[in-house]
């Protein structure tokens, strides 16, 4: 080989090794907010999980992540014998790391308790060591006194509820009377718990969903089954982590995972106009009416229950353009159910498509 053609290679080597490439996952913003997309329940060999805290933070960087939280378990450490039990390590680890990659990272730690209470990550947080208690309560109260946002994780887990039906105990009544409880997880990994959305709604909870990943992400997710892993998107005024952590206390997220969109309408209504733009009818013959609504999102949307005389359903499908064709006699509102949108246990989004 030329001395120049080794050049060229070792070059492109240096290049690609110094610049990751970040996915772009297409999702648009919302009118006077930015979407963050976040996974918030990570582990890494520091509990119990297989993989260093950098790599975690170069698989979000390659899955278009923008924020990212390390959140080992407390109480479970399988790996002490061989890895130091330090509860800031994955943090400290990743800190600087994830700056450089312009990937917002959120210290967090994970209360693993049995059922009842279950599963907690305190995020946002400044000292792990100092939230594992032996009483939950005392755990709790420290994690709240580091300004933390508390998250009820998996809350219909099988290992811990067999029926896979999510219940609120006393104890997680009493979180929720002292505003302890912030947010509770509708994804976990690629489980859902439809309750969840109730629980939300009635306590004024924020729906998060994440990955729970404890080996190689890219193994687990990937095509064709998955074209991303569950994320929770955040609409924050800007993309740094003071922001990041007010959208969550006030509640801005969706649910993203696989081809479902999930949300409380307020915000899941706004999100689909911004996927979607309607154009005017392009031709027209004595019978129907054509014109095309424009999908520049990832998410096929799924239309169902059409008025009578219009399509019965109809698929967005991501990325593209798709041709409608009405007939002239509908004169309702071109009304439909997205199926894979949902906005509460048992209830999706309604649209119109207005030409
Ligand atoms: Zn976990």
């Given at each position: 080989m030329k001395k120049n053609s080794i050049l060229i290679?070792?070059?492109?080597?240096?290049?690609?090794?110094?610049?990751?490439?970040?996915?772009?996952?297409?999702?648009?913003?919302?009118?006077?907010?930015?979407?963050?997309?976040?996974?918030?329940?990570i582990h890494t060999v520091f509990s119990d999980?297989?993989?260093?805290?950098?790599?975690?933070?170069?698989?979000?960087?390659?899955?278009?992540?923008?924020?990212?939280?390390?959140?080992?378990?407390?109480?479970?450490?399988?790996?002490?014998?061989y890895v130091p039990v330090d509860f800031n390590a994955a943090w400290?680890?990743?800190?600087?790391?994830?700056?450089?990659?312009?990937?917002?990272?959120?210290h967090g730690a994970e209360i693993t308790r049995k059922m009842p209470p279950g599963h907690f990550n305190a995020l946002f947080i400044s000292d792990a060591s100092?939230?594992?208690?032996?009483?939950?309560?005392?755990?709790?109260?420290?994690?709240?006194?580091?300004?933390?946002?508390?998250?009820?994780n998996h809350p219909g887990w099988k290992a811990q509820q067999p029926d896979g039906i999510p219940r609120m105990y006393d104890i997680h009544e009493k979180l929720i009377k002292k505003g302890w409880l912030h947010g509770v997880e509708f994804f976990n990994s690629n489980e859902y718990y439809p309750l969840v959305f109730k629980f939300a709604?009635?306590?004024?909870?924020?729906?998060?969903?994440?990955?729970?990943?404890?080996?190689?992400?890219?193994?687990?997710?990937?095509?064709?089954?998955?074209?991303?892993?569950?994320?929770?998107?955040?609409?924050?005024?800007?993309?740094?982590?003071?922001?990041?952590?007010?959208a969550m206390f006030a509640g801005r997220t969706m649910v993203y995972f696989q081809d479902k969109l999930v949300g409380k309408e307020e915000y899941a209504?706004?999100?689909i106009y911004q996927c979607i733009s309607v154009g005017k009818p392009y031709y027209e013959n004595e019978?129907?009416?054509?014109?095309?609504?424009?999908?520049?999102?990832?998410v096929p949307f799924y239309l169902v229950n059409g008025i009578p005389d219009a399509p019965a359903s109809i698929t967005l499908a991501a990325n593209s353009v798709t041709?409608?064709?009405?007939?002239?006699?509908?004169a309702a509102p071109l009304v439909y159910d997205v199926k894979n949108v949902i906005i509460g246990e048992n209830e999706v989004l309604k649209i119109e498509l207005k030409y």
């Open positions: 290679l070792l070059l492109t080597f240096i290049t690609l090794s110094i610049y990751g490439q970040r996915k772009i996952v297409k999702l648009p913003n919302l009118p006077g907010y930015i979407t963050l997309k976040c996974d918030f329940h999980a297989n993989v260093w805290p950098t790599v975690r933070i170069d698989e979000a960087v390659r899955d278009g992540l923008d924020a990212l939280a390390f959140t080992d378990h407390l109480e479970y450490t399988p790996h002490k014998n400290k680890i990743g800190e600087t790391y994830a700056k450089e990659r312009n990937l917002i990272l959120v100092l939230i594992l208690q032996d009483s939950v309560w005392d755990s709790f109260e420290a994690a709240i006194k580091q300004g933390a946002f508390l998250q009820w709604k009635d306590n004024n909870l924020t729906l998060t969903g994440n990955s729970d990943v404890h080996g190689v992400i890219s193994e687990i997710y990937k095509e064709p089954d998955y074209n991303n892993r569950p994320m929770t998107l955040v609409f924050a005024k800007e993309r740094t982590s003071d922001a990041l952590k007010e209504k706004p999100f019978k129907n009416l054509y014109f095309e609504v424009t999908n520049n999102s990832d041709r409608i064709v009405i007939n002239k006699k509908v």
